[in-house]
């Protein structure tokens, strides 16, 4: 099984947001054992020692593995975002002609009454307008997808 530092680099930061706390991957001609201590948030990795010789592929040097322990990026709830919804199954648009401009992009300011998106349901189109006054962060969907009731298509920072 070839594995090179990127592939390993790659293994360990998944592994570092998981839960597991031990795996073991072993082949005909290599072995690597990775314990995470939950407690401090460390990795240990193990590989036994291989003759050269005998290796079919790159030893690598623990210190040639970089730290992966990453802090969790917080969740737009995490964050106090408001959601915007759905209010019903349909279409998302935003805007309400192909040739136009969107009604709004992530960053703008946004206030109670503003159209932020369309929802066709039924041939019929749905202005969605805000409810809340802040800025746009993130818009979930993209335009000419279909969405669900109560679906999120957009996150707002409330001010």
Known sequence: MPINLSEIRDFL???????ITEL??????FELTVRKDVNSKTLTVTAPAVPPAEASVPVVQLSEIPSVVQ???LSPLERNYVPITSPMVGTFYVASAPE???????NDRIR???????????KLM???ESEVSGQIMEIV???GEPVEYGQTLMWVKPE
């Not at 930061?13 to 839960?19: E, G, M, N, R, Y």
């Not at 073991?24 to 001609?29: A, E, G, P, W, Y």
């Not at 136009?100 to 992530?106: D, W």
């Not at 109670?112 to 039924?122: D, F, H, K, N, T």
């Open 13 to 19: 930061s998944v592994l570092a947001q998981t839960d």
């Open 71 to 73: 802090e969790t990026p």
């Open 100 to 106: 136009e401009s969107p009604f709004v992009a992530v």
């Open 126 to 128: 749905n202005d969605i």
């Open 24 to 29: 073991t991957l072993k082949s005909d001609d």
């Open 141 to 143: 969907v993209t335009n």
């Open 112 to 122: 109670p009454g503003q159209v932020l998106c369309i929802i066709e349901a039924m």
